[in-house]
């Protein structure tokens, strides 16, 4: 059985900082993207940052400059480590994965598995 298990959010002033973590587990033979969501109360999800197996990372207008995506890809790992952080990064952050996994009979799939979600509130 795969899942992405998220960790690291919490309540933190303006300005401070919050690192995520999710990792991915199971039968997973490869992780292709990786990448943060967040949805705010009252609006859509929408993309933070993205991060391909090889290439270019990117990232919303809103974050570029404070928020750095990365990945640990022994761990099927993903981080965002967000900075200087304001009230308006409050929200549900989930991880996404574009992953090659193995199913029961040996064959293998392409799937896109979300985390369950991790609230950041950002408060004074």
């Known amino acids: 059985q795969v899942q992405l298990v998220e960790s690291g959010g919490g309540l933190v002033q303006p300005g401070g900082s919050l690192r995520l973590s999710c990792a991915a587990s199971g039968s997973v033979f490869r992780v292709n993207t990786m990448g943060w969501y967040r949805q705010a109360p009252g609006k859509r999800r929408e993309l933070v940052a993205r991060i391909p197996s090889a290439g270019i990372t990117n990232y919303a207008d809103s974050v570029t400059g404070r928020f750095t995506i990365s990945r640990e890809n022994a761990k099927n790992t993903v981080y965002l480590q967000m900075n200087s952080l304001k009230p308006e990064d409050t929200a549900v952050y989930y991880c996404?994965?574009?992953?090659?996994?193995?199913?029961?009979?040996?064959?293998?799939?392409?799937?896109?598995?979300w985390g369950q979600g991790t609230q950041v509130t950002v408060s004074s």
């Open positions: 996404n994965a574009d992953m090659t996994i193995v199913q029961a009979m040996g064959d293998m799939t392409r799937v896109v598995y």
